[in-house]
């Protein structure tokens, strides 16, 4: 059973456009989300992140979006960069201490197009 | 500032065989914490640590174990080997109760033939 649940495995946006990469979630224990970028052959690296008390929470060209009545999360990336193509996780948590750990989406791969 | 690294990068191992991976923290972090990547699929929780003790544990069988030492640094064991335990390896280190600060290693690539 999926917790956290990103639908689209891989997305093109064209340099300079917005990207836009949903995350849904099922848990209503979760309380926290990250969203975290992975190139190939490295770890994945933090990007943002919000806590269930905000609704958006911004960081440069980065920002996240939370409903918690619809219980989805989205990430916008403006101006859409090449750097930027890499595989995207949304992941999630309960608690504050960490001890139940993060829970990953599968990813979405994220293709920028010049 | 060190970052996170772990060691062997690649590995390939025998089902039924014992591996050990090994983890080298951020330099003033004291958590750690290990997730298996299987192909097409995002990290999955295996345990964290703090302080050498093991404090959350995700759905994996006894088989797999761990360690954290005095200077943070940490192991993956996992005895049994299966072929499903074919994957990605990450160990992550942070402060405890920040998951925001959760900074991950490269990975090791296990391969159980």
């Known amino acids: 059973d999926q917790q956290v649940k990103q639908n689209s495995p891989s997305l093109s946006v064209q340099e300079g456009r917005i990207s836009i990469l949903n995350c849904d979630y099922t848990?209503?224990?979760?309380?926290?989300f990250l969203w975290y970028k992975k190139y190939p052959a490295e770890g994945p690296t933090f990007l943002i992140s919000i806590s269930s008390i905000k609704d958006k929470n911004e960081d440069g060209r980065f920002t996240v979006f939370l409903n918690k009545s619809a219980k989805h999360l989205s990430l916008h990336i403006v101006p859409s960069q090449p750097g930027d193509s890499a595989v995207y996780f949304c992941?999630?948590?309960?608690?504050?201490?960490?001890?139940?750990?993060?829970?990953f989406g599968k990813g979405t791969h994220l293709i920028i197009q010049p | 500032e060190t970052g996170v690294t772990q060691s062997p990068t690649h590995l390939i191992k025998t089902r039924g065989q014992q591996v050990t991976l090994r983890c080298s923290s951020q330099?003033?972090?004291?958590?750690v914490s290990w997730y298996q990547q299987a192909l097409g699929q995002g990290p999955q929780f295996i345990f964290q640590y703090y302080r050498e003790e093991e404090n959350g544990r995700g759905n994996f069988p006894p088989r797999f174990s761990g360690l954290q030492f005095p200077n943070y640094s940490s192991e993956l064991n996992v005895n049994a080997l299966e072929l499903d335990d074919s994957a990605l390896y990450l160990c992550?280190?942070?402060?405890?109760?920040?998951?925001?600060?959760?900074?991950f290693g490269p990975g090791t690539r296990l391969l159980v033939l």
């Open positions: 330099s003033g972090h004291n958590t």
């Open positions: 848990n209503s224990m979760f309380d926290y």
């Open positions: 992941a999630a948590s309960p608690s504050g201490g960490g001890a139940d750990g993060l829970t």
């Open positions: 992550a280190s942070s402060f405890l109760g920040f998951q925001e600060t959760q900074y």
